[in-house]
């Protein structure tokens, strides 16, 4: 006999209920798109200021130049070349390259030259020269010495190099 307390003739179902896995799975997803909205956050709205150090630090572990000009979209350390470290001549030694401003303004810099005993690495001689106006992403010739030599292999190393916008005044 059916239970017919609902006077249709028909048997009474109870209302079923969403299967505990159905559940579970909508709660996964739910979690894993919160981490994906964290993770999408904390990359455009993070600590600038950790991540343009981490840049900083990185270019110059890759260049071994250091620099104060704070642009981790065109580092200066990339704008630089050596193209020939030799004797001057005479009794002194010479460094040349080129120097591309990729940046979108003309602008100053400012580098620093070491010249080192190739065995051991001491320094003989260091010097510092300045470019001016160096048009937006132009390439120019520099080139700096020292006006003596020991008498030994010799590397020349670039140090430092900062930028900074033609005509203003140098980081301090």
Same mark, same amino acid.
């Given at each position: ?102 940046? =979108?303004?003309?602008?100053?810099? $400012?580098? @620093?030259?070491?010249? #080192?005993? %190739? &065995?051991?690495?001491?320094?003989? /001689? ?24 020991? =008498?030994?292999?010799?590397?020349? $190393?670039? @140090?430092?190099?900062? #930028?900074? %916008? &033609?005509?203003?005044?140098?980081? /301090?």
């Amino acid at each position: 006999m059916t239970d017919d307390s609902t006077g249709t003739g028909g048997t009474h179902h109870q209302p079923r209920l969403i299967p505990l896995w159905v559940a579970g799975l909508g709660a996964l997803v739910a979690v894993i798109a919160l981490l994906v909205v964290l993770v999408i956050a904390r990359s455009v709205f993070g600590d600038d200021a950790t991540s343009a150090g981490k840049v900083e630090k990185e270019v110059v572990d890759q260049t071994g130049i250091v620099t104060s000009t704070d642009d981790t979209d065109h580092p200066p350390q990339r704008d630089i070349r050596i193209g020939t470290c030799e004797s001057d001549g005479q009794s002194g030694a010479r460094a040349a390259g080129t120097i591309t401003n990729w940046t =979108d303004a003309p602008s100053d810099y $400012r580098v @620093v030259v070491s010249f #080192r005993n %190739d &065995a051991d690495g001491t320094e003989f /001689g260091s010097t510092s020269l300045t470019l001016d106006g160096v048009l937006a992403h132009r390439t120019t010739n520099w080139s700096t010495s020292v006006p003596t030599r020991p =008498d030994v292999v010799f590397t020349c $190393r670039i @140090v430092s190099v900062d #930028r900074w %916008d &033609a005509g203003s005044r140098p980081p /301090g």
